[in-house]
């Protein structure tokens, strides 16, 4: 049940982009991204709800395909403050059973 | 606004004890999540709670359980602490069950010896 997400670990210079794939092998009512750093509660960063949608913050956007059951972040230009663990969460179950299940991460290091 | 905050931020239990962590939502939200962190990891989704009624629970023994007040702030608690209860606690708050960003309080560090 949990995504799967992929690469596990990217190394960029100031001024790259890089991609961050999440995909389940459930059907995906929403999917949740955030950041986290180091010692840091996990921060919102976007919420796609329709197959299709997407969405961007400044240098950072996401799509969500529901046909194929992923999403994927693009972060453009990356700054150092970019670095972090990024976390892709989809929402699974229905009625009483709702539950926010979250894949195990990518870490992203901007390096100067 | 103040944001989610959770008490206390630190605690060193014993195998065996019983432990109860407390988180405050931001004003307006109804829902609290609880979230288990093992370092290394993503966070392992525990419960849902909104309106004070449970709305999702995650694979975690009845050894953890939890609820949600009138003024919906919510208590974890843990019984029988065994050692590989050690994680970090997150508790994260929304304004509606589904659907909606949640934010997320600084933690709490348990530590089971």
């Known amino acids: 049940q949990q995504p799967v997400q992929s690469p596990q670990a990217v190394i960029l210079r100031e001024g790259e982009d890089a991609v961050i794939n999440c995909s389940s092998s459930?059907?995906?009512?929403?999917v949740h991204w955030y950041r986290q750093k180091h010692g840091e509660a996990p921060v919102f960063l976007m919420i796609l709800l329709k197959g299709g949608e997407q969405k961007g913050h400044e240098k950072i956007s996401a799509s969500f395909n529901e046909k194929k059951q992923q999403s994927s972040l693009y972060l453009t230009a990356s700054q150092l403050s970019y670095s972090g663990t990024y976390f892709c969460g989809t929402e699974m179950g229905a009625g009483n059973n709702r539950k926010l299940i979250w894949g195990l991460g990518t870490s992203l290091a901007v390096n100067p | 606004d103040a944001g989610v905050t959770q008490s206390p931020t630190h605690l060193i239990k014993t195998r065996g004890q019983q432990v109860t962590l407390r988180c405050s939502p931001i004003s307006g939200h109804k829902s609290v999540s609880w979230y288990q962190q093992v370092l290394g990891q993503g966070p392992q989704f525990i419960f849902q709670?909104?309106?004070?009624?449970?709305?999702g629970r995650g694979n975690f023994p009845d050894r953890f359980s939890a609820r949600q007040f009138p003024n919906y702030s919510s208590e974890l608690n843990v019984n029988a602490l065994l050692l590989g209860d050690s994680a970090l606690y997150l508790c994260?708050?929304?304004?509606?069950?589904?659907?909606?960003?949640?934010?997320f309080g600084p933690g709490t560090r348990l530590t089971v010896t």
């Open positions: 709670y909104y309106e004070k009624e449970e709305r």
């Open positions: 994260a708050s929304s304004r509606e069950g589904r659907g909606y960003e949640q934010y």
């Open positions: 459930k059907a995906l009512y929403s």
